[in-house]
């Protein structure tokens, strides 16, 4: 199991792409499943947006969505208030679904529009879909 931890009281740094970048290649290096997880706590005090530059936020918004795409399960965890960093790479892996199921459609009309609809892959229905439950 891999872990990173993110400080949401310090602002985005050169160190803090490094911490999701060095984790994200040691996730796609390792053959076979594997999890990693990601610890978050705190916020920033006002104006810790001052000095960021472009080239830096475009850095870690890349690392993020680097961290959203990994291969292997990804799992946050917060502790206390969050903002900034934290909030950000604790977004990055909730607000990701995992894809469909090979040879399930993402917009599946086996059964109406509801709950889990269009198929995200998770869903707690007992009853199969078009994909023989793989999928939702």
Request: hydrophobic residues 35%; charged residues 15%.
């Amino acid at each position: 199991m891999l872990t990173l931890t993110i400080n949401g009281t310090e602002p985005v740094s050169a160190t803090a792409v490094k911490a999701v970048t060095a984790v994200c290649d040691q996730a796609e290096d390792r053959p076979g499943p594997g999890i990693v997880t990601v610890e978050v706590s705190g916020a920033p005090a006002a104006g810790w947006t001052g000095g960021l530059g472009i080239s830096l936020l475009t850095k870690w918004e890349r690392a993020l969505r680097r961290l959203e795409r990994l291969p292997v399960a990804t799992a946050a965890v917060a502790t206390g208030d969050l903002g900034g960093t934290a909030l950000e790479a604790f977004l990055a892996r909730t607000s990701a679904s995992p894809p469909p199921a090979p040879g399930c459609s993402s917009r599946s009309t086996a059964r109406p529009p509801g709950p889990g609809w269009p198929c995200t892959g998770w869903s707690s229905r007992p009853e199969p879909h078009a994909c023989g439950g793989r999928c939702c």
